[in-house]
Structures are given as structure tokens and as C-alpha cells.
């Protein structure tokens, strides 16, 4: 009986400057925490398990899996021939993502029974290559695919089965940050090998985009957003209104008259208030008597 041998492509580090970090987005995303069980076929990538009974991942090994699964998408000539996939929530705009900047196929959601083996189904693909986020979740279609000799990219969890998968890529499928980040680094690697993107220089695409967004949340920052926008609305519109507010005029000769004067000239008799005490309020002399008797 020959003996056939599987010869992997060597990665050397010193052909990819980012490896650390990489790694270091992947411990700060969680890539490298699994659950409390671990299936058999998994034991060859948990590093150690945690007191709590968390099984710890390889983050070593999972690097390299990324980087042996971007060869492997690359080495298929028609981009449109991979297939991503993600049942849950959380990879679902991870993995249209991904799509989108490679060129490939996505289903996010509910897979359609079928769409890899029966003809008359109106979402019927003859893909290639086929990349799923949970091999437990997305079972169907990883079921499917070994009917047509599809092969599999997988990401594993501790626990996921490996049955039907080919390359399986260690990491947590669990967590939204997790799930995106690794799509991201795929993604970018893809990219790097088709010479798309440079390796001497940052990809513009941030990873924030492959996170799964709340619904709850993002109705939250819009809500904030706005109420943000209409106190700035409102402090302007105030701003406004005081600056069109009309200023009191007033005649500068009617003013400068009491200032310099102190009082008004024209009311002040000449020779004093003494010398208009002899006089009546009409101006006429007082008689004889009356000055005597007040």
C-alpha cells in the first residue's frame, strides 16, 4: 500500500513581520478562550485548562491555521467559488464581510437544505471551497459538502467536531470579537497573497467593521447622537437670538447734557436757589405780609 504524504507549505516568521502582533490583537479579542468541554479531535491544538475548567487554545497554532487557510482560498483560481457561511448571529456580518473584500459567496443565516445537492432549489452553488464559522451550528452544510467533495475551512472551537472538515482553524466561535477579528486577519491575508495589499503597509479597512452590532446598541448611539445634535441646534439658535436682539440707542446730546452740567441749566435760576426763594411759583412778587408771616 503507498504511503501518501500531505507536504504543508513552510511559514517562516521572518516572512511576516505582524505575527506578534497578531497574536496579540487575537489574546486581546479572546481567540485563545475555549469552553469547559473539549472534543477528542481537539486535544492536539488546547494548550492547557484553567482552573475554572476553561480549555486554553493555541494561539501559536492558530495563526498558522490562518495562514495555511489563505493559501488554501487563494490557491482557488475564481473567487466567487468560495463559499462563507455563518448561522450565528454573531459571524453573520463577519462573514459578509469577508465576502465582500475577497470576492467570494456568503449565506448568513438560516442554510437552505439542499443548496449544495439539489439542482432544483433556486439557491443552488457549486462552490469550491466552503468556510463556516461553527461546524456544530452549521452542520447541514458541512454535511452537505462531503456529499459533493467540497472541501472545509473550519473554525473550531475546544469543543466543535471535526468530522468533514479539513482545515480546521482553532479559535473561540462563540464571541463576537473573536469571530471578527479572525475573519479580518483572513481576510487580510487573502488580500496580501493576491497582492492586492502591501505587507509594508497597514490595511485601510478597520476590523471594527466585521463586529457584530447590536440592534439595541446602535438605536442607543443614535439616540445619543441626536440628542447631542439638537443641544448643539439649540445652544446656536440661543446664540442667534441674543445676537439679533435690537441694542438701546440713545440721543448722545440729550445724555451729555446732565453729564456736564450736573443739572439742567435752563430749570436753575440764575443767582441761585437763594435768590429765587423771594419768588412765587409764577414768577410774581410775593406781597408785603407774606413774607413776614412764613
Not at 476553561?54 to 498558522?64: A, D, R
Not at 488554501?72 to 464581510?97: C, F, H, Q, T
Request: net charge negative.
Amino acid at each position: 500500500m503507498p504511503l501518501t504524504c500531505c507536504v504543508l507549505p513552510i511559514i517562516n516568521n521572518h516572512d511576516q513581520p505582524n505575527r506578534e502582533e497578531d497574536i496579540q490583537m487575537m489574546l486581546s479579542a479572546g481567540v485563545h478562550t475555549g469552553t469547559r468541554n473539549s472534543d477528542d479531535a481537539m486535544k492536539e491544538y488546547i494548550w492547557r485548562r484553567r482552573n475554572d475548567g476553561v480549555h486554553i487554545l493555541n494561539i501559536g497554532k492558530t495563526w498558522e491555521k490562518l495562514m495555511l487557510a489563505a493559501r488554501v482560498i487563494v490557491a482557488i483560481e475564481n473567487p466567487e467559488d468560495v463559499v462563507a457561511i455563518s448561522a450565528r448571529p454573531y459571524g453573520m456580518r463577519a462573514v459578509l464581510k469577508f465576502a465582500h473584500y475577497t470576492g467570494a459567496q456568503s449565506i448568513a443565516g438560516r442554510f437552505t437544505p439542499g443548496t449544495f445537492t439539489n439542482q432544483i432549489t433556486k439557491q443552488f452553488r457549486e462552490p469550491r471551497l466552503l468556510i463556516v464559522t461553527d461546524p456544530r451550528t452549521d452542520s447541514q452544510s458541512v454535511r452537505e459538502s462531503s456529499y459533493v467533495n467540497i472541501p472545509v475551512i473550519a473554525f473550531c472551537d475546544s469543543d466543535s467536531p471535526l468530522q468533514y472538515v479539513d482545515v480546521a482553524i482553532p479559535a473561540n466561535n462563540k464571541g463576537k470579537l473573536s469571530i471578527g477579528l479572525c475573519y479580518w486577519l483572513l481576510a487580510r491575508e487573502v488580500l496580501r497573497l493576491r497582492g492586492t495589499v502591501s505587507r509594508s503597509v497597514e490595511w485601510d479597512v478597520p476590523v471594527d467593521l466585521f463586529f457584530h452590532r447590536d440592534i439595541e446598541e446602535l438605536k442607543k448611539t443614535e439616540e445619543e447622537q441626536q440628542a447631542k445634535i439638537d443641544e448643539a441646534a439649540a445652544a446656536a439658535a440661543a446664540a442667534a437670538a441674543a445676537a439679533a436682539a435690537p441694542t438701546p440707542m440713545y440721543d448722545e446730546g440729550i445724555v451729555a447734557a446732565p453729564v456736564e452740567a450736573g443739572f439742567d441749566a435752563a430749570a436753575a435760576p440764575s443767582g441761585g436757589f437763594d435768590a429765587a426763594a423771594g419768588a412765587g411759583w409764577d414768577g410774581d412778587q410775593p406781597e408785603a405780609g407774606a413774607g413776614s408771616e412764613w
